[in-house]
Each structure stands twice: as C-alpha cells, then as structure tokens.
C-alpha cells in the first residue's frame, strides 16, 4: 500500500504531527468531492461495494484498468490517487498514456519500493514505443539491485 507521511501542525515548538493518507484515503477524499457513494461508484465500475470498501479501508490496490477508470469517474489521475502527488492535469498522467506501467504498478506495487516505482516512469517515456510488462520488470530488478539494495 502506498502511503505519504507529512508534517502537520508543527507548532512553536517545531514538533510536528506526523499524517499518513494511503490510497484509500485518496480515493474517499475524491469520491467525497464528487458527491459519490461507495455504493454508487461500485455500481458504476461493476464491482461489489465490499471491493471499494477493501480498496478505501484495508489498502487493496486496484487492478491498472480498474485503476484508470476510477481515474477517470473521479476525475483524478491514477499517478495522484497512487503516489499522492499533486494532480496533474489528465494528458500528463503517465498511467493513461502508458497502459503497461500501470498495469506493472497494479501488479508490483508490494514487491518494488516507491523509489523503483518512479524510476520505471522515467523508463516508460524513454524513446517511441512504451516498454513490455518484461522490460518493466527487468528494469526494476536491475535498480532495486543497482539502488535500492545499497
């Protein structure tokens, strides 16, 4: 599960209060900006509303499509609902222009740390063509060994 700590309220005494928002966070933040029920969003991607409760509560990361497409009924990028960052606008979500690397996020995301994660975008807009889902995972065991690892 992906998650971002940042300092909040740090107050006179410069001691902060540490917040982590997972994707499940994210996710119910948008929702709740789009007037959307859980329940409502469920029917809408045709799953049950047990699945968004997993995706908001117990840190279940959706599959890359399925990841998109809430994307896309939120109107949120994937790379935002991910990682946390600041949105981007839609035609610069990486996740939308390279269906692989979404797809190798969705299936990775536990086994490669967040830094490999985003060396592999880098990777993705590398040259003409968007890397297989092989070339992803050759590139990310070479870095986790290469940086990660030291």
């Known amino acids: 599960m992906y998650s ?6 740090a ?4 001691a902060c ?4 928002e997972s994707l499940g966070d994210r996710l119910v933040q948008a929702r709740t900006e789009k007037a959307i029920r859980a329940a409502d969003l469920a029917r809408k991607l045709g799953v049950s ?8 509560k117990k840190g279940v990361v ?10 896309d009924l939120l109107e ?13 606008e839609r035609d610069d979500d990486p996740f939308v222009r390279r269906p692989n690397l979404a797809r190798f996020v969705a299936r990775f995301s536990e086994k490669y740390s967040p830094a490999t994660l985003k060396a592999l975008e880098v990777l993705a807009f590398d040259g003409g063509r968007e890397p297989s889902l092989g070339d992803y995972l050759d590139a990310a065991e070479e870095y986790e060994q290469r940086v990660v690892a030291k």
Not at 17 to 20: A, I
Not at 62 to 71: D, F, G, Q, Y
Not at 76 to 88: H, M, T
């Open 4 to 9: 971002v700590d940042y300092c909040v309220d």
């Open 11 to 14: 107050g006179s005494a410069g």
């Open 17 to 20: 209060r540490v917040v982590t």
């Open 49 to 56: 509303p047990v699945t968004v409760y997993r995706w908001e």
């Open 62 to 71: 959706p599959e890359s499509e399925t990841l998109v497409r809430i994307a």
């Open 76 to 88: 949120v990028d994937a790379r935002w609902l991910l990682y946390g960052e600041s949105r981007l």
